[in-house]
């Protein structure tokens, strides 16, 4: 992974903030999930020992969301079934290396039955007028799903996703 000079200020101006303020510093690491430390493979030997479940995870994110989206605007609401994600949980079936981890997708993937505009408002149009054109997952949203990774959301993207900023 690349560190660019964008992450390198937003890193030093968030690390500014906490040193000068260690009240917001408190705030922050007392909000913060204890499971948001951890990656995938984290997550996925935590599920492999029962010391958490794939349903307490899809749980954990959706607080996660319902936090801090309302401020950020990261994670698009309409493309939200977290009932689908905990029926993926619950369901006992999940296999792979990544077995019961949840995941958010790009509004650039296609992932079936939900309403990828890729950021556009051209094809959020064309989604609106003839109903949902996404019939089928990508090969890569496939792959994930079969290393057991549950989709928990989609996460707003630039149109088409030609910019690195949203």
Do not use: W
Request: positive net charge; charged residues 25%.
């Amino acid at each position: 992974m690349t560190f660019g000079r964008r992450d390198f200020v937003k890193q030093s101006a968030a690390f500014s903030l906490l040193l000068s303020h260690p009240v917001l510093a408190a705030q922050a690491k007392k909000q913060q999930s204890q499971l948001a430390g951890y990656d995938a493979l984290g997550l996925a030997e935590l599920i492999k020992r029962k010391q958490v479940s794939p349903v307490e995870l899809v749980d954990d994110v959706i607080r996660r969301v319902e936090r801090v989206n309302p401020k950020i605007n990261a994670v698009l609401t309409k493309n939200l079934d977290f009932e689908k994600a905990r029926a993926r949980a619950r369901s006992g079936a999940l296999e792979g290396i990544f077995a019961g981890v949840p995941v958010m997708l790009k509004n650039l993937q296609q992932y079936k039955d939900a309403n990828i505009d890729s950021g556009s408002r051209l094809f959020a149009q064309a989604i609106a007028k003839l109903g949902n054109l996404t019939k089928q997952s990508s090969p890569l949203v496939d792959a994930m799903e079969r290393a057991g990774m549950i989709i928990a959301g989609i996460t707003n993207s630039p149109e088409l996703g030609l910019i690195d900023t949203t």
